[in-house]
């Protein structure tokens, strides 16, 4: 299975600090179709994971922009442009190229 | 729009089976496989495996292929997982979720203890 490595595995940040999380695969995510399914989803304290980035870039709808995913290969990255107090929670990127989807081990973001 | 509701939290003793059901409404169910993930207290995420809505045939992660069963009820949008003869470390929320974990249920929270 793909083992995807999160760093850092928390992250501490005060309100308008903008923070970045790193994601890498231990093979790379192109699938032969020329996607890459790379997803970021939040978790908050208390709740289900939510979609925040699709395909390594794409904003889900309704998301901020100032979420953003980057990337490509084995390393992807999402970076948070100010963060607010909403944002707390446990950060994993999942991948979908190669069965079984595989999750990363979460990063934390905590208020400074 | 998409919701995926699924039942309330359950204690059982371990060697007992359960039922967990999640309810899809908003879209087509057969248009989308459904998903299981498990979350242990203060752990990640652990992908369980899949079901196709249209052939009910279900494909399990390796950790998941013995005493665990994804099954449908088509005509209700209703996919369940089922757990036999629980054990402590089955202690855990567990979540439905769409192809890409773009919509997810709300969890169910098995407590597994004597």
């Known amino acids: 299975d793909v083992v995807l490595t999160q760093t850092p595995p928390t992250l501490s940040a005060t309100i308008g600090q903008s923070v970045s999380i790193s994601c890498r695969s231990s093979?790379?995510?192109?699938?032969?179709?020329?996607?890459?399914?790379l997803n970021w989803l939040l978790q908050r304290p208390g709740q289900p994971p939510q979609l925040l980035i699709y395909?390594?870039?794409r904003l889900e709808s309704g998301v901020p922009n100032r979420f953003s995913g980057s990337g490509s290969g084995t390393d992807f990255t999402l970076k948070i442009s100010g963060v607010e107090a909403e944002d707390l929670g446990v950060y994993y990127c999942v991948q979908s190229t190669h069965a079984p989807p595989t999750f990363g081990g979460g990063t934390k973001l905590e208020l400074k | 729009q998409i919701q995926l509701v699924q039942s309330g939290p359950e204690l059982k003793k371990p060697g007992e089976s359960l039922k967990i059901s999640c309810k899809a409404s908003?879209?087509?169910?057969?248009?989308?496989?459904m998903q299981w993930v498990k979350q242990a207290p203060g752990k990640g995420l652990q992908y369980m495996g899949w079901?196709?809505?249209?052939?009910?045939?279900?494909t399990y992660a390796d950790d998941f292929k013995e005493r665990f069963v994804f099954s449908l009820e088509t005509s209700a949008s209703t996919a369940y997982l089922q757990i036999n003869n629980l054990k402590n470390e089955d202690t855990a929320t567990y979540f439905c979720?769409?192809?890409?974990?773009?919509?997810w249920g709300q969890g169910t929270l098995v407590t597994v203890s004597s």
């Open positions: 395909l390594v870039s």
């Open positions: 093979q790379s995510l192109l699938h032969s179709n020329g996607n890459t399914y």
């Open positions: 908003g879209y087509t169910f057969t248009d989308y496989a």
């Open positions: 979720a769409t192809p890409g974990f773009a919509y």
């Open positions: 079901i196709n809505t249209q052939t009910g045939k279900p």
